[in-house]
C-alpha cells in the first residue's frame, strides 16, 4: 500500500508541478504587458488551488454552508485558469514553428512564382516559333526563289535563332530557382521534421495544419490539469485511509502503558521528566506547550471525585465481582475436571455480564468545571478547552483561521442527532460527554420540574 500511495503522490506532483509551469508561462504570454505580475498571480493561484482541493478531500464532511462551496466553485475556475494557460503555452509554442513555416513558403514562393512566369515566357515563344515556321514554310511553297525571298528566309531565322536563345535563358533561369528552392528545404529540414507528424495528418484527412493541431491542444489540456487534481484527491485519501487506520489512545492509562512498553520504560525507576518528554516528542496528542501544561497538570494534580461518584463506582464494581463469581461458580459446577485456577473469561463474557448502568449511578454524576481538552474529529490533536462544563469548546484551539472556522462547525461525537444515549456503556467514561448530557440531555430524561400532573 505504501508503494501504491508513494505513486500516486509523486504523479500528483509531477503532473502539477508541469500544469502549474505551463500554466503560469501560458499566462505570462498570454499578458505579456505585464508578464511578471501575472506570472506571480497565476503562481499564488496554483499553489492555493492544490491547497484547497486538499483541504476539501479532508474536511468534507466538517465544512459548512457557504465555504464548502465557494471553495468547490473556485478549484473548479481555477482548473478552467489554468487549463487557458496551458492552452496559451501550447499555441505560443506552435505559433514560433508556424511563423517559421511561413517565412519558408514565402521564400519558396518568390521562387515558384519566378519559374511560373518563366515557363508562362517560354510558353509564349514556342507559339512564336511554330507561328514563324508555319510563315517559312507558305513562303517555300509558292516556289519562286528570289533575293527578296532569301532575305525573308534568313529573317525568320535570325528570329528563331533569338527566340531559342531566349527560351534557353529562361530554362537555365527555372534550373537556379529550382536549385535555391532546394537549398531552403534542405536548410529547415529540422523545421520540418517538427511539423511532419501534425502535416502528415492534414494532408490525410484534407484539413489545415493549425486546425489538427488546436484539436491536439484541446485534447492535452482536457486531461492536464483535471488529471493533476484528482491525483492530489487521490492521495489525500490514501493519507486519509492509514490516518482511520492508526490506534488512537484516548485513555491516559494505555497510553502510558503504550508508550512505557515502545520504549522499555518500567515507569517506576525512569524520571519523570524523561517519560513525559518521550510521550510528547512520539505521540502527536500534546501539539503545543499550553497542552502539554495542561497535560502535566491533569496528572500531577487530578481533580477529587465527587463522593457520590465514589459510592456509584464502588457498587458498580461489587456487582461486575459478583457477576463474574456467578459465572465461575456455574463454570464449576458444569465442569468438574477443569481446577478453578484454570477457569477464565474472554472479553466479550466480561462484557456480556457487566451490570447496566442503573439510573441512581446516572443521577449521582457531577459535572466536572476544570479546564478541559477536547479532541473533536479524534486526529489525537487538541482541537479546543471547555470551560463551562457543557462538553463544548467554547475555547478555540487552531493556528490558521480557516482551521478554527472548521472547529466551530464541528460537533463532538456525543452532541450529534444520531448519538445512542441509551448505550450508557459508550459515554459513561468519557467526562466530557457526561458534561454534555448533564447539561443537555438529563433535564429532557429526568426533569426536575413536577408541578405537572401527568394522570
Known amino acids: 500500500m505504501n508503494w501504491l500511495k508513494f505513486l500516486v503522490g509523486f504523479s500528483a506532483l509531477i503532473i502539477a508541478g508541469c500544469a502549474a509551469f505551463f500554466s503560469v508561462t ?104 511554330g507561328q514563324l515556321s508555319s510563315t517559312q514554310n507558305t513562303i517555300l511553297d509558292k516556289g519562286t526563289v528570289n533575293s527578296r525571298l532569301l532575305r525573308s528566309i534568313d529573317n525568320k531565322d535570325r528570329q528563331v535563332a533569338t527566340i531559342n536563345k531566349k527560351i534557353s535563358a529562361l530554362q537555365d533561369e527555372n534550373a537556379k530557382n529550382n536549385e535555391k528552392i532546394n537549398k531552403i528545404k534542405i536548410k529547415n529540414l529540422d523545421l520540418e521534421k517538427e511539423v511532419g507528424g501534425f502535416r502528415f495528418i492534414a494532408e490525410a484527412f484534407g484539413i489545415e495544419l493549425k486546425n489538427v493541431v488546436k484539436f491536439f491542444i484541446f485534447l492535452i489540456v482536457i486531461v492536464f490539469d483535471p488529471l493533476a487534481i484528482a491525483l492530489i484527491i487521490a492521495f489525500n485519501g490514501l493519507i486519509g485511509k492509514k490516518k482511520e487506520n492508526t490506534p488512537n489512545y484516548n485513555d491516559l492509562d494505555d497510553l502510558m502503558e503504550k508508550n512505557y512498553q515502545m520504549y522499555e520504560y518500567n515507569g517506576k525507576n525512569s524520571p519523570k521528566e524523561r517519560i513525559f518528554s518521550d510521550i510528547v516528542e512520539k505521540n502527536p496528542i500534546l501539539a503545543s506547550e499550553t497542552d502539554a501544561e495542561v497535560f502535566s497538570e491533569a496528572i500531577e494534580n487530578p481533580p477529587a471525585p465527587s463522593e457520590e461518584l465514589i459510592k456509584a463506582a464502588e457498587k458498580y464494581k461489587e456487582k461486575l465481582l459478583q457477576t463474574e463469581d456467578i459465572k465461575k461458580k456455574e463454570i464449576d459446577s458444569s465442569t468438574t475436571n477443569v481446577e478453578e485456577s484454570e477457569v477464565t473469561l474472554t472479553d466479550e463474557e466480561k462484557k456480556a455480564l457487566e451490570p447496566e448502568i442503573t439510573d441512581e449511578i446516572l443521577m449521582n454524576l457531577q459535572t466536572d468545571y476544570s479546564k478541559r481538552a477536547i479532541d473533536y474529529d479524534g486526529d489525537g490533536t487538541v482541537d479546543g478547552y471547555d470551560t463551562d462544563g457543557d462538553g463544548i469548546i467554547n475555547i478555540v484551539r487552531a493556528e490558521h483561521p480557516s482551521r478554527a472556522a472548521a472547529i466551530q462547525n464541528m460537533l463532538p461525537y456525543y452532541a450529534k442527532n444520531n448519538f445512542n444515549w441509551d448505550d450508557r456503556k459508550n459515554w459513561i467514561n468519557d467526562q466530557n460527554a457526561v458534561n454534555y448530557w448533564i447539561k443537555n440531555i438529563k433535564p429532557s430524561q429526568y426533569p426536575t420540574d413536577f408541578s405537572g400532573k401527568s394522570y
Open 26 to 129: 501560458g499566462l505570462g504570454v498570454l499578458f505579456s504587458g505585464a508578464s511578471t505580475a501575472v506570472m506571480v498571480m497565476a503562481g499564488s493561484l496554483e499553489f492555493a488551488k492544490l491547497v484547497a482541493a486538499t483541504y476539501l478531500k479532508q474536511m468534507w464532511d466538517e465544512i459548512k454552508g457557504f465555504n464548502k462551496w465557494y471553495l468547490t466553485i473556485a478549484v473548479g475556475i481555477l482548473m478552467i485558469i489554468t487549463s487557458a494557460g496551458i492552452f496559451g503555452y501550447l499555441s505560443n509554442a506552435f505559433q514560433a514553428q508556424s511563423l517559421q513555416l511561413q517565412q519558408v513558403d514565402r521564400e519558396v514562393l518568390v521562387f515558384t512564382t519566378k519559374i511560373e512566369q518563366n515557363n508562362s515566357q517560354i510558353t509564349q515563344l514556342n507559339t512564336q516559333l
